[in-house]
């Protein structure tokens, strides 16, 4: 699953491969475009009936290698940019603030309904909220818990590989008032900061 593999395979990836050059729109809008399906199935898994032919195939698609699969065989056909092309590098950055800009406020929307339906629900009771996710939830549930909470902690690792220690600690800070949206409003940080550096130096060059 995902938590297994972001801390296990994407970190490391991203410590040993980083790249310095510019990515495609197509690369950065596929990777908005992912993510509406497991949102999808993400708010399902913990709305409808856990007997539910729905709830098996969304926590499928979840568990399965489906959404990843077919990403990365779209991104198959991406040709890489020449690293440095000034008119590359502009699209990169524009597509990053467009790709990075809506999944933060889409983060934000879904963490606001997210945490007023909890409120409605259970109020300031946090230990029957987490009784319903994990202590005494559906063992799919509790498992679907603890894989967000395991990728959690693997993305703020990726903020440490990027020895932005500080990043690290806001972001962890932020996330208790934003949720995920913290995490976007981060990476969105870092990688204009990397864009910038490469707009920089492809004007020098």
Not at 20 to 37: F, Q, W
Not at 154 to 160: K, Q, S
Request: proline fraction near 5%; aromatic fraction near 14%; hydrophobic fraction near 55%.
């Amino acid at each position: 699953g995902m938590s297994v593999s972001v801390p296990l395979m994407w970190v490391p990836a991203f410590i040993w491969g980083r790249g310095e050059g510019p990515v495609t729109p197509m690369r950065l809008y596929l990777s908005v475009a992912a993510t509406i399906p497991a949102c999808i199935c993400s708010t399902l898994v913990f709305l409808v009936d856990t007997d539910s032919y729905l709830w098996r195939l969304s926590a499928g698609i979840l568990g399965g290698p489906i959404l990843a699969v077919v990403t990365g065989f779209v991104l198959y056909f991406d040709i890489p940019p020449n690293k440095d092309s000034k008119e590359a590098i502009a699209k990169h950055l524009k597509a990053t603030k467009e790709a990075y800009g809506f999944m933060t406020i889409a983060c934000l929307i879904c963490w606001v309904a997210l945490v007023r339906l909890t409120f409605a629900s259970y109020g300031f009771d946090l230990k029957g909220i987490w009784s319903e996710l994990f202590t005494a939830a559906d063992p799919g549930v509790a498992f679907l818990t603890l894989d967000y909470i395991l990728i959690y902690i693997g993305v703020i690792f990726g903020f440490f590989a990027y020895q932005s220690w500080s990043t690290a600690f806001k972001t962890l800070l932020a996330a208790m008032l934003l949720g995920p949206a913290a995490l976007t409003v981060a990476a969105k940080r870092l990688e204009l900061a990397a864009s910038e550096k490469l707009s920089q130096k492809a004007k020098l060059a």
